[in-house]
């Protein structure tokens, strides 16, 4: 998919989805999946992310065979809220709910969202986040410390723990970047991830990689909704920000402890059901 937001976690999404394609077609706007699409033929898609900014811009065009994994569907307001005075998950759960029963199972990114979908009597399970099947990268190991997206204060607590400065970097996006830049600096990202020695990071799409690649991480939940981050809560080691700031927890940078590995079953059955997708369509 492609994203116009200034997030990078997007483009680390869409490359998740994107290494189960043999080819990729067409590039299909997450907030524009509506949209006519050239060509004839049903266009298979791993419909994965967060949903919808635009909440009337769904359901998905009728040449879309999607599949739904990772499908996070919002509570919260998008840019045409003001105007239509209508919450995503209303519309995609209210209206066109016979839409997404025409797709079962849907996997859930979180488990608020699973309660949404088996509250409406959809056949849905929780999947986790796609980007915990991102594959290990052979990548030289660095030693350094990564900081993702900290505040100014953390920052100063990650360099007293560690006694030097980290190496800080952002998913903030610079505006104006064309799809395959942004996905080149994605791909940055997650090469650095790969041969960190440690990463502290606000951002999901963060923890979540560092998670698949066995770098140790600490998600630091800096106050966001938790059903938006609830599967760094429930799969990485982490602490809220008040705790980080006060040296709490234990957590040492320097000699961090293992991540957990309770997202492997998760992971597999995801790459599973992704492969069996996929393969259906050369059928």
Known sequence: MQHET????????????????????????????DRPIAGDG????????????QPRAWPPHARIDPLFVSFHVTDAGGRRRLLTRTRPR????GRHLVYLKAHEPIGARDRDTLAALRAKGIDAYYSGCLTLTLPPRDMPKTGEVIAVDLSEAMLAELERRIGRKPVIVTHNAE?????????????ALLDLYAGAACVVTTRLHCALP?????????????GDANS??????????N?????????????????????????RPLAAAMEARCEAFIAGSAA
């Open 239 to 263: 602490c809220t920000a008040a705790e980080f700031l006060a040296g709490e927890g234990g957590y040492d940078p320097l000699d961090p402890p293992p991540n957990p590995d309770d997202f």
């Open 228 to 237: 938006r981050v609830q599967p760094a809560l429930d799969l990485a080691r």
């Open 42 to 53: 049903p266009i298979r898609l791993i419909l994965n992310g967060w949903f919808m900014h």
């Open 210 to 222: 560092c998670l698949a690649f066995g770098t140790p991480v600490l998600f630091v939940n800096k």
């Open 90 to 93: 209303d519309l995609i759960l």
């Open 175 to 187: 505006g104006g970047l064309d799809h395959d830049e942004r996905v080149r600096q994605a791909e």
């Open 6 to 33: 200034d997030n990078l976690g997007d483009e680390i999404q869409t490359i998740a989805a994107r290494r189960f394609m043999p080819r990729v077609d067409h590039l299909v706007p997450r907030e524009g999946s």
